[in-house]
Protein backbone atom coordinates (compact mmCIF):
# COMPACT_ATOMS: atom_id res chain seq x y z
CA UNK A 1 0.00 0.00 0.00
CA UNK A 2 2.33 2.37 0.63
CA UNK A 3 4.43 1.87 -2.55
CA UNK A 4 1.41 1.96 -4.59
CA UNK A 5 0.84 5.58 -2.63
CA UNK A 6 4.04 6.84 -3.63
CA UNK A 7 3.45 5.98 -6.95
CA UNK A 8 0.40 7.70 -6.90
CA UNK A 9 1.98 10.77 -5.34
CA UNK A 10 5.24 10.48 -8.19
CA UNK A 11 2.57 10.39 -10.63
CA UNK A 12 0.75 13.02 -9.26
CA UNK A 13 3.83 15.42 -9.10
CA UNK A 14 4.30 14.81 -12.94
CA UNK A 15 0.86 15.86 -14.12
CA UNK A 16 1.45 18.60 -12.15
CA UNK A 17 4.32 19.55 -13.14
CA UNK A 18 3.40 18.91 -17.16
CA UNK A 19 0.22 20.86 -16.94
CA UNK A 20 2.71 23.94 -15.23
CA UNK A 21 4.66 23.99 -18.53
CA UNK A 22 1.63 23.65 -20.66
CA UNK A 23 1.13 26.75 -18.94
CA UNK A 24 4.29 28.92 -19.16
CA UNK A 25 4.15 31.25 -22.83
CA UNK A 26 6.34 30.53 -25.45
CA UNK A 27 10.15 31.52 -24.89
CA UNK A 28 10.89 35.32 -26.49
CA UNK A 29 13.59 37.42 -26.79
CA UNK A 30 12.98 39.17 -23.54
CA UNK A 31 13.40 35.97 -21.62
CA UNK A 32 16.17 34.84 -23.37
CA UNK A 33 18.00 37.82 -22.23
CA UNK A 34 15.96 37.89 -18.66
CA UNK A 35 17.49 34.18 -18.27
CA UNK A 36 20.80 35.09 -19.13
CA UNK A 37 21.11 37.35 -16.13
CA UNK A 38 21.18 34.17 -14.04
CA UNK A 39 24.96 33.18 -15.81
CA UNK A 40 25.65 31.05 -18.59
CA UNK A 41 25.38 27.23 -16.88
CA UNK A 42 21.93 27.94 -14.98
CA UNK A 43 20.79 30.20 -18.22
CA UNK A 44 21.03 27.00 -19.80
CA UNK A 45 19.08 24.68 -17.31
CA UNK A 46 16.54 27.41 -16.65
CA UNK A 47 16.00 27.33 -20.52
CA UNK A 48 15.16 24.11 -20.91
CA UNK A 49 13.42 23.43 -17.88
CA UNK A 50 10.67 26.17 -19.39
CA UNK A 51 10.44 24.81 -22.52
CA UNK A 52 7.31 22.72 -22.98
CA UNK A 53 8.57 20.99 -26.00
CA UNK A 54 11.72 19.65 -25.33
CA UNK A 55 10.23 18.61 -21.09
CA UNK A 56 7.16 16.88 -23.17
CA UNK A 57 9.64 14.98 -25.54
CA UNK A 58 11.77 14.22 -22.17
CA UNK A 59 8.88 12.81 -20.56
CA UNK A 60 7.66 10.93 -23.23
CA UNK A 61 10.97 9.26 -23.64
CA UNK A 62 10.95 8.59 -20.09
CA UNK A 63 7.69 6.89 -20.42
CA UNK A 64 8.34 5.03 -23.40
CA UNK A 65 12.01 3.63 -21.93
CA UNK A 66 10.04 2.74 -18.87
CA UNK A 67 8.18 -0.43 -21.01
CA UNK A 68 11.57 -1.61 -21.87
CA UNK A 69 14.34 -3.09 -20.08
CA UNK A 70 15.55 -1.28 -17.00
CA UNK A 71 18.89 -1.87 -17.77
CA UNK A 72 18.23 0.67 -20.93
CA UNK A 73 17.41 3.46 -18.24
CA UNK A 74 20.83 4.80 -17.40
CA UNK A 75 22.04 4.17 -21.12
CA UNK A 76 19.12 6.49 -22.65
CA UNK A 77 20.25 8.92 -19.96
CA UNK A 78 23.80 8.86 -20.55
CA UNK A 79 22.96 9.63 -24.46
CA UNK A 80 20.78 12.51 -24.18
CA UNK A 81 22.92 14.14 -21.82
CA UNK A 82 25.50 13.80 -24.70
CA UNK A 83 23.16 14.88 -27.58
CA UNK A 84 21.97 17.87 -25.65
CA UNK A 85 25.61 19.13 -25.16
CA UNK A 86 26.51 17.96 -28.83
CA UNK A 87 23.37 20.36 -30.29
CA UNK A 88 23.59 22.97 -27.64
CA UNK A 89 27.54 23.41 -28.50
CA UNK A 90 27.41 23.48 -31.76
CA UNK A 91 24.23 25.59 -32.73
CA UNK A 92 25.75 28.10 -30.48
CA UNK A 93 29.43 28.23 -31.99
CA UNK A 94 28.57 27.34 -35.50
CA UNK A 95 24.82 28.62 -35.45
CA UNK A 96 23.85 25.79 -36.96
CA UNK A 97 19.93 24.76 -37.02
CA UNK A 98 19.48 28.25 -37.88
CA UNK A 99 16.17 28.71 -40.59
CA UNK A 100 15.68 25.24 -39.45
CA UNK A 101 12.04 24.57 -38.37
CA UNK A 102 13.41 22.90 -35.36
CA UNK A 103 10.26 23.44 -33.18
CA UNK A 104 8.41 21.52 -35.74
CA UNK A 105 10.91 18.60 -35.53
CA UNK A 106 10.72 18.70 -31.83
CA UNK A 107 6.91 18.64 -32.03
CA UNK A 108 7.40 15.43 -33.94
CA UNK A 109 9.72 13.69 -31.83
CA UNK A 110 6.85 14.67 -29.03
CA UNK A 111 4.34 12.79 -31.23
CA UNK A 112 6.83 9.75 -31.56
CA UNK A 113 7.76 9.23 -28.29
CA UNK A 114 4.28 9.96 -26.88
CA UNK A 115 2.88 6.99 -29.75
CA UNK A 116 4.88 4.82 -28.97
CA UNK A 117 4.63 5.04 -24.94
CA UNK A 118 0.95 5.05 -25.21
CA UNK A 119 0.77 1.86 -27.09
CA UNK A 120 3.44 0.25 -24.77
CA UNK A 121 5.72 -0.11 -28.11
CA UNK A 122 8.55 -2.71 -26.98
CA UNK A 123 11.80 -1.88 -29.52
CA UNK A 124 15.06 -3.02 -29.76
CA UNK A 125 17.85 -1.17 -28.24
CA UNK A 126 19.19 0.54 -31.39
CA UNK A 127 15.65 2.71 -31.99
CA UNK A 128 15.56 3.53 -28.61
CA UNK A 129 19.17 5.33 -28.58
CA UNK A 130 18.15 6.90 -32.09
CA UNK A 131 15.40 8.53 -30.58
CA UNK A 132 17.46 9.84 -27.72
CA UNK A 133 19.67 10.76 -29.83
CA UNK A 134 17.99 12.38 -32.25
CA UNK A 135 16.05 14.42 -29.87
CA UNK A 136 18.52 15.26 -27.58
CA UNK A 137 20.69 16.98 -30.61
CA UNK A 138 17.47 18.61 -31.19
CA UNK A 139 16.45 19.87 -28.25
CA UNK A 140 20.21 21.24 -27.84
CA UNK A 141 20.41 23.03 -31.16
CA UNK A 142 17.35 24.33 -30.47
CA UNK A 143 18.51 26.16 -27.41
CA UNK A 144 21.40 27.59 -29.05
CA UNK A 145 19.65 30.87 -30.14
CA UNK A 146 19.79 32.09 -26.22
CA UNK A 147 23.75 30.94 -25.40
CA UNK A 148 24.30 34.28 -27.72
CA UNK A 149 27.18 36.56 -25.32
CA UNK A 150 27.56 34.27 -22.59
CA UNK A 151 29.53 30.34 -23.07
CA UNK A 152 28.71 28.67 -25.02
CA UNK A 153 30.35 25.26 -23.12
CA UNK A 154 28.76 26.53 -19.82
CA UNK A 155 25.72 26.93 -21.16
CA UNK A 156 25.41 23.73 -23.08
CA UNK A 157 26.34 22.20 -19.76
CA UNK A 158 23.73 23.40 -18.14
CA UNK A 159 20.72 22.40 -20.68
CA UNK A 160 22.09 18.42 -20.83
CA UNK A 161 22.46 18.37 -16.97
CA UNK A 162 18.80 19.79 -16.68
CA UNK A 163 17.65 17.00 -19.44
CA UNK A 164 19.33 14.21 -17.66
CA UNK A 165 17.58 15.45 -14.60
CA UNK A 166 14.46 15.21 -16.10
CA UNK A 167 14.81 12.10 -17.88
CA UNK A 168 16.29 10.43 -14.41
CA UNK A 169 13.04 11.80 -12.23
CA UNK A 170 10.89 11.37 -15.22
CA UNK A 171 11.95 7.46 -15.48
CA UNK A 172 12.07 7.31 -11.50
CA UNK A 173 8.47 7.59 -11.16
CA UNK A 174 7.73 5.75 -14.72
CA UNK A 175 9.16 2.83 -12.71
CA UNK A 176 7.05 3.32 -9.97
CA UNK A 177 4.27 2.72 -11.31
CA UNK A 178 4.66 -1.36 -12.67
CA UNK A 179 1.13 -2.21 -11.67
CA UNK A 180 -1.41 -2.56 -13.80
CA UNK A 181 -3.38 0.55 -12.90
CA UNK A 182 0.25 2.15 -13.11
CA UNK A 183 0.57 0.95 -16.54
CA UNK A 184 -2.43 2.09 -17.81
CA UNK A 185 -1.67 5.96 -16.44
CA UNK A 186 1.60 5.84 -17.93
CA UNK A 187 -0.21 5.22 -21.49
CA UNK A 188 -2.55 8.31 -20.44
CA UNK A 189 0.40 10.35 -20.11
CA UNK A 190 2.44 9.62 -23.18
CA UNK A 191 -1.44 9.90 -25.09
CA UNK A 192 -1.55 13.51 -23.91
CA UNK A 193 1.98 14.20 -24.84
CA UNK A 194 1.70 12.90 -28.11
CA UNK A 195 -2.07 15.08 -28.33
CA UNK A 196 0.20 18.15 -27.31
CA UNK A 197 2.89 17.51 -29.96
CA UNK A 198 0.46 17.70 -32.77
CA UNK A 199 -0.83 21.03 -31.19
CA UNK A 200 2.73 22.43 -31.23
CA UNK A 201 2.93 20.90 -34.48
CA UNK A 202 -0.22 22.92 -36.35
CA UNK A 203 0.98 26.15 -34.36
CA UNK A 204 4.70 25.97 -36.06
CA UNK A 205 2.90 24.91 -39.54
CA UNK A 206 0.35 27.58 -38.97
CA UNK A 207 3.44 30.51 -38.23
CA UNK A 208 5.61 29.39 -40.83
CA UNK A 209 2.69 29.98 -43.09
CA UNK A 210 2.10 32.93 -41.76
CA UNK A 211 5.59 34.03 -42.29
CA UNK A 212 5.73 33.25 -45.90
Known amino acids: MLGRNRARDAFETGAIALLVAICLPPTTADAHTALQGMGSLWSGVAHLLTSLDQ ?22 IRVAFLAVLAGAWVGAEFAFGAGLNLLAAGAGLMMLVGLAGA ?21 GT ?39 WGSIARRAGASWIAAIGLIVLAFSISRNAGQS
Open 55 to 76: LAFLLGLAIWTSFQDIRLDAII
Open 119 to 139: AALRVGTLPLLGVALIGGLVC
Open 142 to 180: TNADAASGISAALFSLGGSIAAASVLSYGLLAARRLESN
